[in-house]
């Protein structure tokens, strides 16, 4: 039987032309799989017969929307997660749920190997092979932008011999990956780290210098999980489609960062997460009333590691799994409603309230009918300060000596 192999299939120029390419170098059959995240653009039907009619003998489409933002961007909400202080890993947790249906694709099909279309020098390529060992450890793994010398030069003159139906002329000098949990952008004039990206970069979000009215919003969240916008129910992802639309339009979630990539090489990239940004700054307001201080001050390590393994391709590890155990904990209280002001490329919050909270007025009001003791402060502190002043007057001992 010829040998059969799955390919992560975006639509575009490069894994189009793998397809054939792919095929002419190995004999095997290719069944390109699109999975739908939320990046819009094309219909997965017209995605489906451009693969077919570059010679994919079978497509696999999902849209895997839903699914994404429940079980991908939900714990990465949960979490607060934010890569180097400032990624909300867009692309990193995309990953994971395409390998899920690669995978799938690979055993309806009766493939033997996956292959995609990322460099040899970027994260991606990590987050899918490892993925892919990890639910698939009989599946190989090929990569032919990687292996098999598939440059961009030799893409275009193999569409255009071929005759395949894409467009070759089109020239992006930018590489783009987009979710509805947000979009990135690199390379080109961008890697001159000193260079300001310009317009034309941008898409999820309008430019905050020339803000509309201030649109002031209430989120609803149930056990750390956005469930109603302005009263108004809403599933997880129609809260990140509607919250990308309107703090959007305020030019909320721009980041522009130099960050740490796994290989070793440090890359710049412009992320947009409009929907991302304004509900992880809701989230863990909500999170500062209902979660005790010392459980919230460990969750935020946690969600720092947290987002260190997501990054670096261990979404499916023991690891994560342990971390999630302790983060879903977490959230068993972060309940109630937070309203935010989005203007000018801003998100922030002037409301909170909580049936959960641990918020206590009369224990933090300053005015008459106070319930919080002030005497037992003097004896606290003198312990508190304790063990740093029997070591302070040692220091003073030996420096004597
Ligand atoms: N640097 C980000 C990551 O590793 C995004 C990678 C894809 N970026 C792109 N512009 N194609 O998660």
Redesign the pocket.
């Given at each position: 039987m010829t040998e059969r192999i799955v390919l992560a299939y975006s639509g575009g120029l490069d894994t189009s032309v793998a397809i054939g390419w792919i095929g002419e170098a190995t004999g095997a059959e290719v069944i390109a799989v699109a999975v739908d995240v939320g990046q819009g653009g094309e219909s997965l039907e017209t995605i489906r017969q451009r693969a077919l009619g570059c010679g994919a003998v079978e497509a696999y489409v999902a849209d895997a929307s839903d699914e994404f933002a429940n079980e991908y961007c939900m714990p990465t909400l949960k979490a607060n997660a934010l890569?180097q202080g400032h990624?909300p890993?867009?692309?990193?947790i995309s990953r994971p749920v395409i390998v899920k249906h690669l995978v799938k694709a690979a055993r309806e099909f009766g493939a033997s190997t996956v292959a995609h279309g990322c460099t040899g020098k970027?994260?991606?390529q990590v987050r899918f092979e490892v993925g892919i060992q990890t639910l698939g450890p009989d599946l190989k793994c090929i990569a032919p932008v990687r292996d098999l010398a598939l440059t961009r030069d030799k893409a275009i003159a193999f569409a255009e011999e071929k005759g395949l139906p894409i467009e070759t002329t089109k020239k992006n000098p930018?590489?783009?990956?987009q979710n509805v949990w947000g979009r990135?952008?690199?390379?080109g004039y961008l890697e001159d780290i000193w260079n300001a990206p310009t317009k034309d970069i941008y898409d999820y979000t309008a430019a905050p210098e020339f803000p509309p009215a201030p649109d002031e919003v209430t989120i609803s969240f149930e056990a750390g999980v956005p469930v109603a916008i302005d009263g108004v129910k809403v599933t997880p992802l129609q809260a990140i489609k509607e919250l990308n639309r309107r703090a959007g339009a305020q030019g909320v979630g721009r980041i522009d960062v130099v960050?740490d990539?796994l290989v070793g090489i440090k890359?710049r990239?412009i992320y947009e997460a409009p929907g991302a940004m304004a509900l992880i700054t809701a989230h863990k307001h909500l999170e500062d009333i209902t979660i005790e201080r010392e459980q919230a001050r460990f969750k935020a390590t946690v969600g720092q590691r947290w987002s260190e393994l997501v990054?670096d391709g261990q979404w499916f590890s023991p690891l994560k799994r342990s971390l999630d155990a302790f983060i879903e904990d977490t959230q068993k209280y972060v309940t109630g409603d937070i309203r935010m002001v989005l203007h000018g490329g801003q998100a922030i919050v002037n409301g909170r309230r909580s049936g959960t909270s641990l918020y206590d007025f009369d224990l933090a009001t300053y005015d008459t009918g106070d319930t919080f003791d002030q005497s037992m402060a003097r004896g606290f502190i003198e312990l508190w300060g304790m063990s740093a002043k029997v070591a302070s007057s040692r220091d003073l001992r030996v420096a004597g000596q």
């Open positions: 890569y990624y890993l867009v692309s990193a970027g994260n991606d930018y590489s783009i990956d990135a952008v690199e390379t960050e990539r890359s990239e990054y």
